[in-house]
T-cell receptor, first 112, second 113 residues
Framework: EPEVTQTPSHQVTQMGQEVILRCVPI?????FYWYRQILGQKVEFLVS????????KSEIFDDQFSVERPDGSNFTLKIRSTKLEDSAMYFC??????????FGSGTRLTVV | QQQVKQSPQSLIVQKGGISIINCAYE??????FPWYQQFPGKGPALLIA?????SEKKEGRFTISFNKSAKQFSLHIMDSQPGDSATYFC????????????FGQGTRLTINP
C-alpha cells in the first residue's frame, strides 16, 4: 500500500535555528498538508498546498513557517527560527481528489 | 463553528465489549466525517469514514452512526480487542479539493484482556 514518507523521524534543534522537515507524498496525490500534534493534544492543521501554492493556512502558520514542493516528489516544511513551543510531532498528509487523507508517521521535533 | 468536540477523553473497555466514542460538530457545511486510529509514535491512520447522506456505515467490527439533525456522529467498536487499544480521533471537513481536516480532541481507548 502506498505510503507518505517523512524524514527525519526525530530532530533535535537549538532554539533560534532553522529546521526543514521533509515529506514524500504518495505519487499521484494532488493535495498536500502539514499538521502538528503537541504531546497529548489533538492534531492541528497548519497548511494545505495545491497546484504549487498554499491553499489555506492556519493562525499557527505565521511568517516563521514556509512550505515548498521543490521537485515532483518532495514536500517540505521550513521553520525559520524555532521556538520552544514549536516542539511537537509534525505530520505530512496527502490525498487524491475525492479520497481520504493519508498521513505519514511524523517527525518529532524537539527544540531545546 | 470550526470545532469538533469529542468525548470521552479516555475509555476503558473489557475485551469483547463495545467501545463507543462520540463527536459533535457545529458547522453544517461539514460533509465528510472520518475516524482515525493512532498508535504511539505513529501517524493517524484512516479507520472508517461517512458522508451525511447515510446514517450508518459498517466495516467489520467498526461502525459509524451519524445523526445529521443532532450534528453528532459516533464510532462503535464491537467485540473490542486488546489490539484496538489506541487513541481515536474523529474529524470533519467540508467539500473536496484542498479542504483541511478539523480534528476532535482524541479518545485514549484501553481494552483490558
Amino acid at each position: 500500500e502506498p505510503e507518505v514518507t517523512q524524514t527525519p523521524s526525530h530532530q533535535v534543534t537549538q532554539m533560534g535555528q532553522e529546521v526543514i522537515l521533509r515529506c514524500v507524498p504518495i505519487s499521484n496525490h494532488l493535495y498536500f498538508y502539514w499538521y502538528r500534534q503537541i504531546l497529548g493534544q489533538k492534531v492541528e492543521f497548519l497548511v494545505s498546498f495545491y497546484n504549487n501554492e498554499i491553499s489555506e493556512k492556519s493562525e499557527i502558520f505565521d511568517d516563521q513557517f514556509s512550505v515548498e514542493r521543490p521537485d515532483g516528489s518532495n514536500f517540505t516544511l521550513k521553520i525559520r527560527s524555532t521556538k520552544l513551543e514549536d516542539s511537537a510531532m509534525y505530520f505530512c498528509a496527502s490525498r487524491e481528489d475525492r479520497v481520504g487523507y493519508t498521513f505519514g508517521s511524523g517527525t518529532r521535533l524537539t527544540v531545546v | 463553528q470550526q470545532q469538533v468536540k469529542q468525548s470521552p477523553q479516555s475509555l476503558i473497555v473489557q475485551k469483547g465489549g463495545i467501545s463507543i466514542i462520540n463527536c459533535a460538530y457545529e458547522n453544517t457545511a461539514f460533509d465528510y466525517f472520518p475516524w482515525y486510529q493512532q498508535f504511539p509514535g505513529k501517524g493517524p491512520a484512516l479507520l472508517i469514514a461517512i458522508r451525511p447522506d447515510v446514517s450508518e456505515k459498517k466495516e467489520g467490527r467498526f461502525t459509524i452512526s451519524f445523526n445529521k439533525s443532532a450534528k453528532q456522529f459516533s464510532l462503535h467498536i464491537m467485540d473490542s480487542q486488546p489490539g484496538d487499544s489506541a487513541t481515536y480521533f474523529c474529524a470533519a471537513s467540508k467539500g473536496w479539493g484542498a479542504q483541511k481536516l478539523v480534528f476532535g480532541q482524541g479518545t485514549r481507548l484501553t481494552i483490558n484482556p
